[in-house]
């Protein structure tokens, strides 16, 4: 099992940045796919990000959200440049032990708190 924690929410004006962090504790970190799931308000949760062997992205976010990791720190980054008010939501990590990254978010039985992360007009 592997502890979650999220990072580096808050509030942003539009095409402003935020960097989110997701610290892991366990030590099989290194060998699990970390996702970013994101929910907004009354809506379902979706995949955002996530990063294994390879880098996967959500379309609506490619080009403006960059996933890295420090397995070093035992940290997953999720770096968001030009913020936009659909991107409003709390941001959640999940952490799965098969090294391959699942848009689903059934796959992850390891989650952490979230952090909010609003974007204003």
């Known amino acids: 099992q592997v502890q979650l924690v999220e990072s580096g929410g808050g509030l942003v004006q539009t095409g402003g940045s935020l960097r989110l962090s997701c610290a892991a504790s366990g030590r099989t970190f290194s060998t699990h796919a970390i996702t970013w799931f994101r929910q907004a308000l009354g809506k379902e949760r979706e995949f955002v990000a996530g990063?294994?062997?390879?880098?996967n992205y959500a379309d609506s976010v490619k080009g403006r959200f960059t996933i890295s990791r420090d397995n070093a720190k035992n940290t997953v980054y999720l770096q968001m440049n030009s913020l936009k008010p659909e991107d409003t939501a709390v941001y959640y990590c999940?952490?799965?032990?098969?090294?391959?990254?699942?848009?689903?978010?059934?796959?992850?039985?390891?989650w952490g708190q979230g952090t909010q992360v609003t974007v204003s007009s």
């Open positions: 990063i294994s062997y390879n880098l």
């Open positions: 999940a952490a799965r032990a098969i090294y391959i990254t699942s848009r689903s978010w059934s796959e992850y039985n390891d």
